[in-house]
């Protein structure tokens, strides 16, 4: 099984609709982030969190929102889509300055 | 604001040839560098770590250099092969709390046969 699991991997969804995407490890990290690619653009912190009580803020957070429901799961929130967020979202999970582990991300179309 | 920047969008090479691959920062001063490998549709994948204070790491096939002085990485792929076409993202990370873990855009590796 894979050690940082996304869900859906894939979406097709019509501009306005909420949308959450979902991430789960079972690497133990306290740390989890979530990425936008784009392409030419390489990827972009949205959210990270360094533990269940801490959410911050990345470099493109407008019109998302995140949840850490536990040490686990972190989800991330599209309240409500525009097609400007259609890209591949990914997860990813590390220990204190150690390589980040990444899931196989959601490919995401707002129509 | 932190600006990451990769050589080269698309990087051709012949098979068994060196590939080097450079990744230049702006306004950063990382505390460590980290090389990672993507393949179609999938998540990135971590091949080295380099810390500030070393100069140099190897592993395998792969090497890289790290100038903060140049503010430069440099990542080499000996005796390469088809099976390492890819793209490979630099990124990088600071000790400080406020100082994201930042990813450059990427080189699309293609080792002709």
């Known amino acids: 099984d894979a050690d940082v699991t996304q869900t859906p991997r894939n979406r097709i969804t019509k501009t306005g609709k909420r949308i959450m995407l979902e991430c789960s490890q079972t690497?133990?990290?306290?740390?989890m982030y979530w990425y936008r690619q784009d392409p030419g653009l390489g990827l972009r912190l949205i959210y990270y969190?360094?533990?269940?009580?801490?959410?911050n803020k990345g470099e493109i957070s407008d019109g998302y929102s995140v949840s850490r429901q536990a040490q686990a799961k972190f989800s991330l929130s599209l309240e409500s889509a525009i097609p400007n967020q259609t890209a591949l979202y990914f997860c990813?999970?590390?220990?204190?300055?150690?390589?980040?582990?990444f899931g196989d991300g959601t490919r995401l179309s707002i129509l | 604001s932190q600006k990451i920047e990769q050589n080269s969008e698309a990087l051709n090479i012949q098979e068994g040839k060196t590939a080097t691959l450079t990744c230049n920062y702006t306004?950063?001063?990382?505390?460590?560098l980290q090389w990672y490998r993507q393949d179609p549709g999938r998540g990135p994948v971590f091949l080295l770590l380099i810390r500030e204070n070393e100069k140099e790491k190897r592993k395998e096939r792969l090497k890289v250099t790290f100038d903060t002085t140049l503010k430069q990485s440099l990542f080499h792929i000996t005796a390469s092969q088809p099976a390492d076409s890819a793209t490979y993202l630099c990124?990088?990370?600071?000790?400080?709390?406020?100082?994201?873990?930042?990813f450059g855009p990427g080189t699309r590796l293609s080792v002709l046969p």
């Open positions: 990124a990088l990370g600071g000790n400080n709390y406020g100082q994201n873990f930042v």
């Open positions: 969190s360094f533990d269940v009580k801490d959410i």
């Open positions: 306004n950063y001063s990382p505390a460590y």
């Open positions: 690497k133990g990290h306290d740390r």
């Open positions: 990813a999970t590390s220990d204190p300055h150690q390589p980040q582990h």
